[in-house]
């Protein structure tokens, strides 16, 4: 596609249930990183896959946080057992090796 | 880890008004990003600069990686031009992740 593409655009769930979030990168971009941004707050680095390689999963906050890509494309990033804590806006981005990312348009998530 | 501090935390203009966003960075950075984040919260890019000097219609951004700082220039600001300014750097070893500023929130009032 032309851009980085996030579904849903939002998504209010009960506290508890599990959530998917999507991203779809652009076409050829090696690289895709999740981000989480709280209101007002700056954007807080999650998981980095690039390629084939093991992904860095360093900035993932509790293992409730999960993400895969399948077949280098498709990203789902997974929240189990969502807290009111989680609720934020979630983005996900993608580049060319090295090079320059781009931002979808993200995924605001609400717990209640 | 990396320390990305960005100055001023905030800023207000009157419309027409020039000024100067800073972005430090505490360690040896390979890559580094200029993104506006508009009122609806899409972040755009500005400049993908790991060194010297770009300019693009009113705005223009310098970084100098030796002294590890980026400086972002807005002329002639305009109303649309409020929001948040994020720098963004890649480290020189590890991960190729990119590791985000503090931010510069700027209001430019008609």
């Known amino acids: 596609g032309a851009g980085v593409s996030q579904s849903p655009s939002n998504k209010v769930t009960e506290k508890g249930k599990d959530v998917e979030l999507r991203c779809d990168p652009i076409?050829?971009?090696?690289?895709l990183y999740w981000y989480r941004q709280s209101l007002g707050q700056g954007l807080e680095f999650l998981i980095y896959f690039q390629g084939n390689s093991a992904p860095d999963k360093s900035g993932l906050p509790s293992d409730r946080f999960s993400a895969e890509r399948t077949g280098g494309s498709v990203s789902t990033l997974t929240i189990q057992r969502t807290q009111q804590e989680d609720s934020a806006v979630y983005l996900c981005a993608s580049s060319p090796f090295g090079g320059e990312a781009f931002f979808g348009q993200g995924t605001r998530l609400t717990v209640v | 880890g990396i320390q990305v501090e960005q100055s001023p935390p905030d800023l207000i203009l009157q419309e027409g008004a020039n000024s100067t966003l800073r972005c430090n960075f505490s360690d040896s950075v390979n890559n580094l990003q200029w993104f506006h984040q508009n009122p609806w919260g899409q972040l755009i890019n500005l400049f993908y600069?790991?060194?010297g000097t770009k300019q693009n219609g009113r705005l223009s951004a310098t970084t100098v990686a030796t002294e590890r700082y980026s400086l972002l220039y807005i002329s002639s600001s305009q109303t649309t031009d409020s929001g948040v300014y994020f720098c963004a750097v890649r480290l020189n070893s590890g991960t190729y992740k990119y590791i985000f500023g503090t931010g510069t929130r700027l209001k430019v009032l008609a």
């Open positions: 076409s050829g971009h090696t690289a």
């Open positions: 600069i790991p060194s």
